[in-house]
């Protein structure tokens, strides 16, 4: 058994289309700026990348570099003039920030409205409401392509390893968004006992631990849908020469012989996440309308 890949590809492509005309119907470009305190080549390639997206689809992109040393007060207050700049209708904090800065206490600051992560405590609650417009992308790219793959998740065990605030919690609470077609969800995380006498059970299987190669192929039931969240860079040769490759939290070429679906990583949650940005960006825009 080989089990059926869920790209993420076609769905990304289909919520950007649908973000294309969501600004055609705005009747402006909504624009988002990102804030950058680090000289991190990771932080400084995912800035381009957004940038790249963006540009893709019709929005406005602004970069604002701030000094690697820079200060809370510093960052509080370029986000206090984004707030108010009413051109600027979306913003993000690009991870890391400097030493001895609360990065939460910075994403609080932005205004929920102008919130595109989707993970200010306004947008974050409203998820307890059912209300999925200005989620967290990761965790509603996991949810979407459950949908866009077909799966039935009504009873379905079904088990998250992960339980941070952006990606973790976020998706269970979105997981049971139904009262009749929820499944029923067990949370796993570093505390968890017997990791594998969950994940055995699980007819549905979502990582979000950011540890590669945490799930081995043994430890999935046969036939389950397993979403691997995690994208870690890990050294491998290749050659004779040291390179970095980029794998998921999931051993892949076992998990796929057990699972009926698995998405892949890279190419998989990744490019949804991508989409539900820029998805989140024309929220925030409409609501400033």
């Known amino acids: ?12 492509e289909a919520i950007k289309e649908q973000v294309r005309k969501d600004i055609q119907a705005l009747g402006r ?11 991190n080549p990771g932080a ?34 370029q986000v206090a ?11 993000i904090l690009l991870m890391p920030v400097p030493q001895g800065v609360n990065p939460r206490q910075i994403q609080q600051a932005i205004h929920p409205d102008k919130d595109v992560e989707g993970v200010h405590p306004a947008n974050i609650g409203r998820l307890f409401y059912g209300d999925f417009s200005l989620a967290p992308c990761t965790p509603h790219a996991v949810v979407a392509l459950l949908s866009h793959a077909g ?9 998250v390893i992960g339980h941070s605030e952006i990606v973790g919690k976020p998706t269970l609470v979105m997981l049971l968004q ?13 505390a968890t006992r017997d990791l594998a006498l969950h994940t055995r059970r699980a007819e ?26 995690g994208i ?51 929220e925030s825009a409409r609501r400033q309308k």
């Open 232 to 282: 870690n860079r890990v050294p491998v040769e290749e050659g004779g020469k040291r390179k970095t490759k980029i794998v998921g939290d999931v051993e892949f070429e076992a998990a796929k012989e057990k699972a009926a679906m698995i998405t892949p990583v890279p190419g998989g949650v990744g490019l949804v996440t991508t989409a539900m940005l820029l998805k989140n960006t024309v």
């Open 151 to 159: 799966v039935s998740l009504k009873g379905k065990e079904t088990v």
């Open 29 to 39: 470009a909504p624009k988002l700026v990102g804030v950058l305190a680090s000289d």
């Open 178 to 190: 139904s009262l009749m077609e929820s499944p029923t969800v067990t949370c796993c995380h570093i």
């Open 44 to 77: 400084k390639y995912y800035a381009k990348s957004q940038e790249t997206a963006c540009a893709e689809v019709g929005i406005q992109y602004e970069l604002r570099q701030l000094a690697p040393g820079s200060t809370a007060a510093d960052l509080e207050a």
């Open 204 to 229: 549905v299987l979502i990582v979000a631990a950011g540890k590669a190669g945490l799930v081995k192929g043994d430890m999935i039931k046969e036939g389950a849908v397993v979403i691997d969240v």
């Open 1 to 12: 058994m080989s089990a059926k890949l869920i790209e993420g590809e076609p769905l990304a």
């Open 81 to 91: 003039q984004i707030n108010a700049d009413g051109a600027i209708t979306g913003a």
